[in-house]
């Protein structure tokens, strides 16, 4: 289970335990069931992203790309598992929750949890055209804010990717797509 060694991005070196920090089987669990979060957004017609944000050993949200459902640019993953977090703890502060997403969270998305005092961010596949969080931007260590996240990437990178891959291949195959400007991130 553990065989593959993941790379990982220290938010802020101060805060580092000096652990070598490793995906657990938690982790993995997790990720997997963010991924299955995805597959509903595909089912949708959505672009498939899945999040869970975990406090204290329990699910407290959880989210999926809805975008096109919902007619509204907000709604990815992300900021939907926040809001359900946040309702169901009556806090806007996360403290001490863990956020797993299926792909790098973008600008609208690492704002969000910076805003929500997520700690620990957990991504999949990476984003090398709108990724906020390693790629293009490195907002969780920029020490112009005033509040910094852990994040580490790749848990179930390839499965991650290869669902936005699938995605983007059939909806090229059908050509029923009107959003030319929604481009694969995977690629
Ligand atoms: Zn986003």
Same mark, same amino acid.
């Given at each position: ?31 997997? @069931? ?39 640019? #907000? ?7 926040? =809001? ?14 863990? #956020? ?5 969270? +973008? ?7 910076? @805003? ?35 994040? @580490? ?6 499965? +991650? ?8 291949? @059939?909806?090229? #195959?059908?050509?029923?797509? =009107? ?9």
């Amino acid at each position: 289970m553990m065989s593959k060694p993941f790379e990982k991005i220290v938010a802020d070196p101060s805060t580092n335990t000096g652990e070598d920090e490793k995906f657990t089987s938690d982790d993995e669990m997790y990720m997997t @069931q963010a991924l299955e979060l995805a597959k509903k957004a595909a089912i949708l017609g959505e672009v498939p992203v899945g999040a869970i944000i975990v406090a204290n050993g329990q699910i407290i949200g959880q989210g999926w790309n809805l975008r096109e459902t919902n007619h509204c640019a #907000l709604e990815h993953a992300e900021i939907m598992a926040i =809001k359900e977090a946040s309702i169901k703890t009556n806090a806007w502060r996360l403290i001490g929750a863990k #956020l797993y997403v299926t792909l790098e969270p +973008c600008l609208m998305c690492a704002g969000a949890i910076y @805003q929500s005092r997520v700690p620990h961010v957990i991504y999949g596949a990476a984003d090398p055209k709108g990724g906020a969080c390693g790629s293009l931007y490195k907002i969780h260590e920029d020490t112009r804010l005033n509040h910094r996240f852990l994040v @580490q990437k790749g848990l179930l990178a390839e499965e +991650c990717a290869e669902l936005l891959k699938r995605f983007f291949r @059939q909806r090229r #195959l059908s050509s029923a797509s =009107k959003d030319s400007n929604d481009s694969d991130p995977a690629e």
